[in-house]
């Protein structure tokens, strides 16, 4: 097998072995937890059902020959049951078999879906700790299958922790006992020699079926990734025609799957044909065996049977093996990935130290702040900034001069590579993100809503809010009217990530949602940027009330919309060039009233 590789191939095989190690290692606790003895009680009594079921499996051929002995007047006679007594008694044992391994499953399930469950939450909640920067970079689509496949996996390879290795050699090794005392030595070395062989061929070739399976997925994650991503920007392809292009593009990479798929199928038919010629082989080695012992009279009839009836038992729990194999390779390479992913750390995270944040001032502290998404290409240079308690302060400059980056890192999304972001005196890494996010109330300039109802998506604001709560801040957002407008009212369902409902209607929602948090401090991000200008005014108004008593950053593109802020902070390539009010920094004729009077003009000309 070792020639069929590169060096290359050797070196990931090992890493995925050395994975498909740690994934055992991480799920076996399931099956013992710690604090849960009921757990460990049904993990007891489903082995006990495995048992009783391999038992039965083992001797219910010995009633076969003896029921076939009897019919054919050999042996010793059964003056007991008889020939119909022993059939029944047959049939009872097939059935005891198959109940038992019903029973064992029925009681292995809950064990199982406790253990899916409680990996699924925890893949879920480490998501959401991971950092933006890993989310940005991280196409979801591949994301969601990640989780998909490995969550699938779990109840799979706890079976076969449990029910299959050492199940599968406790039947293999009575069976050939039974072989060897009851013939002689050939008859095992033919099952031995068979199932030797067999295990060898499968192991070689599913090791090979891996690396296609491997691809496979890859192919069927790009797939997904770009359907997604292409029906995400199903408006963007609209205007600019590019269904076809789309079409192509996503059949390309189908193109991929079907080419590995069909790899991964024509060996999967090798691996069944190699695996049915090999135990068909031992069948009728040892068939052979029996029917010359029955021509010479030292074997009956029934033990002709007995003998099919065990070699034909021994080819079901191989051919398992096969089959569990094959998908223990998968599970391993699904789960290993979702486990690559549970170990990816997050860039920003709690000290063990950390204290809730007490908001008493609401004063906001940039100190020498500096800070770059990437090590070559830095965004803030020694910014120093201080909001007084219920101040409103506006940040404005180019497209790319930081702005939104200010208010990333006082949401703490990124640290700080130098310097010291605080409130109320407390660097924000010193203190829980739970309670940062608590105290800080974010209007985003693309609001992105849920696919639920109105109600929902403004509800989000305040856990538990009661109707009121949620009506008061549509109505202080400007947007009740439109809401009771609609057929549905508040139930009205607002479409993947909001798209049934416009810009601007999208945009109040998100303010009625913080206002509804009713957070101290306030972070609007060209929170007015989608709104026509009337609306804007009366959203204005309504944020001017909103910020009554609490600190308010405002990161503003349309300047109109933040003349009566306190202070106006201006950004040009990650330092700040210009500070003052609005008067002040018209009346130093320098960057900001370049960009007044630029906006003034762009409005006219629209206006004519």
């Known amino acids: 097998?070792?020639?069929?590789?590169?060096?290359?191939?050797?070196?990931?095989?090992?890493?995925?072995?050395?994975?498909?190690?740690?994934?055992?290692?991480?799920?076996?606790?399931?099956?013992?937890?710690?604090?849960?003895?009921?757990?460990?009680?049904?993990?007891?009594?489903?082995?006990?059902?495995?048992?009783?079921?391999?038992?039965?499996?083992?001797?219910?051929?010995?009633?076969?020959?003896?029921?076939?002995?009897?019919?054919?007047?050999?042996?010793?006679?059964?003056?007991?049951?008889?020939?119909?007594?022993?059939?029944?008694?047959?049939?009872?044992?097939?059935?005891?078999?198959?109940?038992?391994?019903?029973?064992?499953?029925?009681?292995?399930?809950?064990?199982?879906?406790?253990?899916?469950?409680?990996?699924?939450?925890?893949?879920?909640?480490?998501?959401?700790?991971?950092?933006?920067?890993?989310?940005?970079?991280?196409?979801?689509?591949?994301?969601?299958?990640?989780?998909?496949?490995?969550?699938?996996?779990?109840?799979?390879?706890?079976?076969?922790?449990?029910?299959?290795?050492?199940?599968?050699?406790?039947?293999?090794?009575?069976?050939?006992?039974?072989?060897?005392?009851?013939?002689?030595?050939?008859?095992?070395?033919?099952?031995?020699?068979?199932?030797?062989?067999?295990?060898?061929?499968?192991?070689?070739?599913?090791?090979?079926?891996?690396?296609?399976?491997?691809?496979?997925?890859?192919?069927?994650?790009d797939a997904n990734q770009k359907a997604i991503d292409s029906m995400l920007n199903f408006e963007t392809v609209k205007y600019f025609g590019a269904e076809k292009r789309e079409a192509a593009r996503y059949d390309a990479a189908m193109k991929g799957y079907e080419r590995a798929a069909l790899k991964t199928a024509y060996s999967l038919a090798f691996l069944n044909f190699g695996q049915s010629f090999l135990i068909t082989s031992g069948l009728v080695g040892v068939m052979v065996l029996a029917a010359l012992g029955v021509q010479n009279g030292t074997l009956t009839v029934g033990d002709f049977v007995m003998v099919n009836a065990y070699m034909i038992q021994i080819t079901m729990p191989l051919n398992f093996l096969g089959t569990v194999y094959r998908e223990i390779r998968q599970s391993l390479v699904d789960m290993g990935e979702m486990f690559d992913l549970l170990e990816q750390p997050a860039e920003v995270s709690d000290k063990a130290n950390a204290k809730p944040l007490t908001v008493s001032d609401g004063k906001i502290e940039l100190d020498n702040v500096?800070?770059?998404?990437?090590?070559?290409?830095?965004?803030?240079?020694?910014?120093?900034?201080?909001?007084?308690?219920?101040?409103?302060?506006?940040?404005?400059?180019?497209?790319?001069?930081?702005?939104?980056?200010?208010?990333?890192?006082?949401?703490?999304?990124?640290?700080?590579?130098?310097?010291?972001?605080?409130?109320?005196?407390?660097?924000?890494?010193?203190?829980?993100?739970?309670?940062?996010?608590?105290?800080?109330?974010?209007?985003?300039q693309d609001t992105v809503l849920f696919n639920d109802t109105i109600r929902y998506n403004i509800a989000y604001g305040r856990d538990g809010a009661s109707h009121s709560d949620i009506t008061g801040a549509a109505q202080a957002a400007q947007i009740h009217d439109f809401i009771m407008s609609l057929p549905e009212g508040y139930d009205t369902m607002v479409g993947e990530r909001g798209l049934k409902l416009s810009g601007g209607e999208k945009q109040r929602v998100g303010i009625a949602r913080t206002l509804l948090k009713n957070p101290p401090l306030l972070l609007l991000d060209e929170a007015t940027s989608a709104l026509d200008t009337e609306t804007e005014q009366g959203i204005k108004d309504a944020l001017a009330r909103a910020g009554q008593g609490r600190t308010v950053i405002t990161i503003a593109h349309r300047l109109s919309t933040i003349s009566e802020a306190d202070q106006i902070i201006v950004l040009e390539k990650g330092v700040i060039v210009e500070q003052g009010s609005h008067a002040d920094l018209l009346d130093r004729d320098g960057r900001y009233a370049q960009l007044w009077r630029r906006q003034l003009s762009e409005e006219d000309e629209a206006a004519a």
């Not at 076996?28 to 009921?38: F, H, I, K, S």
């Not at 495995?50 to 050999?74: C, N």
């Open 1 to 221: 097998m070792a020639s069929w590789y590169t060096a290359s191939e050797e070196e990931l095989e090992r890493n995925e072995k050395r994975s498909g190690w740690r994934t055992i290692r991480r799920v076996a606790p399931y099956l013992w937890p710690e604090g849960q003895n009921w757990v460990k009680y049904r993990v007891v009594l489903a082995m006990v059902a495995l048992v009783a079921s391999k038992l039965i499996a083992v001797f219910t051929p010995m009633l076969y020959k003896r029921a076939v002995d009897a019919l054919a007047g050999e042996g010793v006679p059964d003056l007991v049951l008889g020939a119909v007594g022993l059939t029944v008694a047959y049939g009872m044992a097939r059935l005891m078999t198959n109940g038992f391994q019903q029973l064992r499953d029925a009681i292995f399930a809950k064990v199982a879906q406790r253990a899916l469950r409680s990996l699924a939450l925890e893949t879920f909640e480490h998501i959401h700790r991971l950092s933006m920067r890993y989310h940005i970079t991280r196409k979801t689509g591949g994301l969601s299958r990640i989780i998909e496949r490995g969550v699938k996996g779990v109840e799979f390879l706890l079976r076969f922790l449990l029910f299959s290795i050492g199940p599968l050699v406790l039947e293999l090794l009575m069976i050939a006992i039974i072989l060897f005392w009851l013939f002689d030595v050939w008859y095992l070395v033919v099952v031995a020699g068979t199932i030797a062989i067999y295990i060898w061929f499968t192991f070689k070739v599913t090791e090979w079926r891996v690396k296609l399976r491997r691809e496979m997925n890859d192919q069927d994650t």
């Open 370 to 444: 500096f800070f770059g998404y990437e090590t070559e290409r830095p965004i803030l240079q020694g910014v120093s900034l201080a909001v007084s308690g219920g101040q409103t302060v506006a940040i404005v400059g180019a497209s790319g001069s930081g702005k939104s980056t200010i208010g990333r890192l006082l949401f703490r999304f990124y640290d700080v590579n130098d310097g010291a972001l605080r409130i109320d005196g407390q660097d924000v890494r010193d203190i829980t993100q739970e309670s940062l996010h608590d105290a800080i109330g974010v209007v985003p």
